[in-house]
């Protein structure tokens, strides 16, 4: 297997088994291993012989596909939870609140992340009936969550994740937009605030609209749309949060509008979800497809149809210790197949990321994924039957396919598991040539892109002294000795504007029944209008939400150049050698 060193160390570190002592007691191909049979043991349930364990171990051991860091971690153990992304809902009583907290410390402990909209609690400053008190309203529980949160290590291997979600026309809005701004709040919470077509139409019309207390259903007060809006521009600009999540348009593609409302996702907002529902992810390694300088779609169709296989397998093996999480993950069988190294595949076909050419790519490639994960999800519905909750939802109709999945595409970050495929993470363009990645817990890795130094030594521009020069600074814009259309390959997440972000995200968007994951980077220099424009852009285009980030606009961030890192020691008085 071509793992790295990195690839190596996290593997070590979070996924493979141990014993009581905390010593390592498997190899990466026993975890593959342990994984395929694992999941390939759901055909027996269906006595179906298609001899799967060799195909997704297979697919696994060569990185071409891997599925979320449950599935890799619990596969095969005493923990039965694979999915990674839940969604669980917030009533507006204590006994509704701190059952949700319970079920969340559970979620937390064996893997998964949890998303949920607190727009359903009352106001703070409203009335509570059975006390005669006041409310404290949402963020005074949030941090409640967030505190708990803190205190449960997921599986013993990483920090639960949290994604808080407030409706735009909640009277606490305010708060909510403004919550992080004292440091070290809401440290385990991302933030998003779920913005209705109405509220973006007051935007662009200059007018007010109304805030609504959730109890009563009434507005309580009208507010100036276009200073809430700013004002979400502002914080994203100060901090990276909040992001948007577009509700209407989510709920428009709700596979099962009959189960309800979608009002949250999970923590990176790249899976709406209903309450009570999960989903398990998995993504396909582009950068595997490529061959000769184009895409072996060959290839790509059989990892298709070998992923979708693998995670509705999933669906059979996982247990909840939530009846009501079970009765929705068998409902509806939603699955979230994505991509990651799309960075590397442009790269290798020779395409600029900022180009209208990348965002022909992104639609090339996700049309055939789309198209293929759901000729895939129809023969297996052909042989083990439609998703329980089939009747009454969007396919219940003449002339649409009888799936097996209620939905089936999503982007996802990728994070850690494309660091062990040893490609560029979900669909972002590479952050810098070379660069620092910070991840469990402070543990740094540094990552330098392998077709850079392969392009360098192969046209003869190579030198140890250049590499270091691109090891500080991360970008090889404006350097002499950097051939002009290998800068204009190699181009980074800081080299170009926040548009080509944007619309690489849509592109991918159109593709996708659930959402995208996706950072729109800002230089350190941009303004709060440029994040505005940002998000006016991601609406009119069509994507399901967008999260922004300024770079160092926290004083911690996952991904910094050595360069960032020697500004930093210089505030601090620390050493730090680039080497």
Same mark, same amino acid.
């Given at each position: 297997?071509?793992?790295?060193?990195?690839?190596?160390?996290?593997?070590?570190?979070?996924?493979?088994?141990?014993?009581e002592?905390?010593?390592?007691?498997?190899t990466?191909?026993?975890?593959?291993?342990?994984?395929?049979?694992?999941?390939?043991?759901?055909?027996?349930?269906?006595?179906?012989?298609?001899?799967?364990?060799?195909?997704?171990?297979?697919?696994?051991?060569?990185?071409?596909?891997?599925?979320?860091?449950?599935?890799?971690?619990?596969?095969?153990?005493?923990?039965?939870q694979?999915?990674?992304?839940?969604?669980?809902?917030?009533?507006?009583?204590?006994?509704?609140?701190?059952?949700?907290?319970?079920?969340?410390?559970?979620?937390?402990?064996?893997?998964?992340?949890?998303?949920?909209?607190?727009?359903?609690?009352?106001?703070?400053?409203?009335?509570?009936?059975?006390?005669?008190?006041?409310?404290?309203?949402?963020?005074?529980?949030?941090?409640?969550?967030?505190?708990?949160?803190q205190?449960?290590?997921?599986?013993?291997?990483?920090?639960?994740?949290?994604?808080?979600?407030?409706?735009?026309?909640?009277?606490?809005?305010?708060?909510?937009?403004?919550a992080?701004?004292?440091p070290?709040?809401?440290?385990?919470?991302?933030?998003?605030?779920?913005?209705?077509?109405?509220?973006?139409?007051?935007?662009?019309?200059?007018?007010?609209?109304?805030?609504?207390?959730?109890r009563?259903?009434?507005?309580?007060?009208?507010?100036?749309?276009?200073?809430?809006f700013?004002?979400?521009?502002?914080?994203?600009?100060?901090?990276?949060?909040?992001?948007?999540?577009?509700?209407?348009?989510?709920?428009r593609?709700?596979?099962?509008?009959?189960?309800?409302?979608?009002?949250?996702t999970?923590?990176?907002?790249?899976?709406?979800?209903?309450?009570?529902?999960?989903?398990?992810?998995?993504?396909?390694?582009?950068?595997?497809?490529?061959?000769?300088?184009?895409?072996?779609?060959?290839?790509l169709?059989?990892?298709?149809?070998?992923?979708v296989?693998?995670?509705?397998?999933?669906?059979?093996?996982? &247990?909840?210790?939530l009846?009501?999480?079970? =009765? $929705?993950? *068998?409902?509806?069988? +939603?699955?979230?197949?994505?991509? /990651?190294?799309?960075?590397?595949?442009?790269?290798?076909?020779?395409?600029?990321?900022?180009?209208?050419?990348?965002?022909?790519?992104?639609?090339?490639?996700?049309?055939?994924?789309?198209?293929?994960?759901?000729?895939?999800?129809?023969?297996?519905?052909?042989r083990r039957?439609?998703?329980?909750?089939?009747?009454?939802?969007?396919?219940?109709?003449?002339?649409?396919?009888?799936?097996?999945n209620?939905?089936?595409?999503?982007?996802?970050?990728?994070?850690?598991i494309?660091?062990?495929?040893?490609?560029?993470s979900?669909?972002?363009?590479?952050?810098?040539?070379?660069?620092?990645?910070?991840?469990?817990?402070?543990e740094?890795?540094?990552v330098?892109?392998?077709?850079?130094?392969q392009?360098?030594? &192969?046209?003869?521009?190579?030198?140890?002294? =250049? $590499?270091e *020069?691109?090891?500080s +600074?991360?970008?090889?814009?404006? /350097?002499?000795?950097?051939?002009?259309?290998?800068?204009?390959?190699?181009?980074?997440?800081?080299?170009?504007?926040?548009?080509?972000?944007?619309?690489?995200?849509?592109?991918?968007?159109?593709?996708?029944?659930?959402?995208?994951?996706?950072?729109?980077?800002?230089?350190?220099?941009a303004?709060?209008?440029?994040?505005?424009?940002?998000?006016?852009?991601?609406?009119?285009?069509?994507?399901?939400?967008?999260?922004?980030?300024?770079?160092?606009?926290?004083?911690?961030?996952?991904?910094?150049?050595?360069?960032?890192?020697?500004?930093?020691?210089?505030?601090?008085?620390?050493?730090?050698?680039?080497?």
């Amino acid at each position: 297997m071509e793992l790295s060193d990195n690839a190596l160390k996290v593997l070590r570190r979070r996924y493979l088994l141990k014993d009581e002592h905390g010593q390592v007691t498997e190899t990466p191909e026993q975890m593959f291993r342990r994984v395929a049979g694992y999941v390939a043991s759901a055909d027996e349930l269906y006595r179906d012989t298609a001899g799967s364990e060799q195909e997704f171990y297979s697919v696994m051991s060569n990185l071409e596909f891997l599925p979320n860091s449950p599935t890799l971690m619990n596969a095969g153990t005493r923990i039965k939870q694979l999915a990674a992304c839940f969604v669980l809902p917030v009533g507006d009583s204590l006994d509704e609140i701190f059952g949700t907290l319970k079920s969340a410390a559970i979620i937390h402990q064996s893997g998964g992340g949890t998303g949920f909209s607190f727009s359903r609690l009352r106001p703070q400053g409203d009335i509570v009936g059975s006390t005669g008190g006041i409310a404290s309203g949402p963020v005074s529980f949030m941090k409640v969550f967030d505190a708990a949160t803190q205190a449960i290590k997921q599986g013993g291997r990483r920090r639960g994740a949290n994604m808080g979600i407030l409706r735009v026309d909640h009277p606490d809005i305010v708060d909510f937009i403004t919550a992080k701004h004292e440091p070290g709040v809401l440290t385990n919470f991302n933030l998003s605030v779920g913005v209705s077509d109405t509220f973006m139409n007051a935007v662009e019309a200059g007018e007010s609209y109304g805030l609504l207390n959730p109890r009563t259903g009434e507005i309580t007060r009208q507010k100036d749309a276009i200073e809430i809006f700013n004002l979400i521009a502002a914080s994203a600009w100060e901090s990276g949060e909040p992001g948007m999540l577009f509700l209407d348009r989510i709920n428009r593609d709700n596979p099962t509008p009959g189960q309800g409302m979608i009002e949250a996702t999970n923590p990176c907002g790249e899976q709406p979800l209903l309450a009570y529902e999960a989903c398990n992810l998995g993504s396909i390694n582009l950068d595997k497809m490529v061959d000769g300088g184009s895409i072996d779609y060959d290839k790509l169709g059989r990892t298709v149809d070998i992923a979708v296989r693998f995670l509705d397998n999933v669906i059979d093996l996982e &247990q909840f210790q939530l009846e009501q999480i079970d =009765l $929705m993950v *068998r409902g509806n069988r +939603k699955i979230g197949l994505g991509v /990651m190294g799309f960075a590397d595949m442009l790269i290798r076909l020779g395409i600029a990321y900022n180009s209208t050419e990348a965002v022909q790519a992104a639609e090339e490639v996700m049309t055939f994924i789309c198209s293929r994960a759901v000729q895939a999800s129809v023969e297996i519905a052909q042989r083990r039957g439609v998703f329980g909750n089939f009747k009454g939802s969007i396919y219940d109709r003449s002339g649409r396919p009888k799936v097996r999945n209620a939905t089936r595409i999503t982007i996802a970050p990728t994070g850690t598991i494309s660091m062990i495929a040893g490609c560029s993470s979900g669909i972002e363009p590479i952050y810098a040539v070379s660069y620092v990645k910070t991840v469990m817990e402070g543990e740094k890795f540094v990552v330098t892109n392998p077709y850079f130094e392969q392009m360098a030594r &192969q046209e003869g521009f190579y030198s140890p002294e =250049l $590499m270091e *020069r691109i090891a500080s +600074k991360g970008s090889v814009q404006g /350097m002499p000795d950097v051939p002009v259309a290998v800068q204009r390959l190699f181009v980074t997440s800081h080299d170009m504007g926040y548009e080509w972000h944007i619309r690489v995200q849509a592109a991918f968007q159109k593709y996708a029944d659930n959402a995208v994951s996706k950072t729109i980077n800002f230089r350190h220099d941009a303004t709060k209008e440029d994040v505005a424009r940002a998000f006016r852009l991601a609406y009119t285009l069509g994507c399901k939400g967008i999260t922004v980030y300024r770079d160092r606009s926290r004083s911690e961030q996952v991904l910094t150049t050595v360069e960032d890192l020697m500004q930093d020691c210089e505030y601090c008085g620390a050493v730090l050698n680039p080497t």
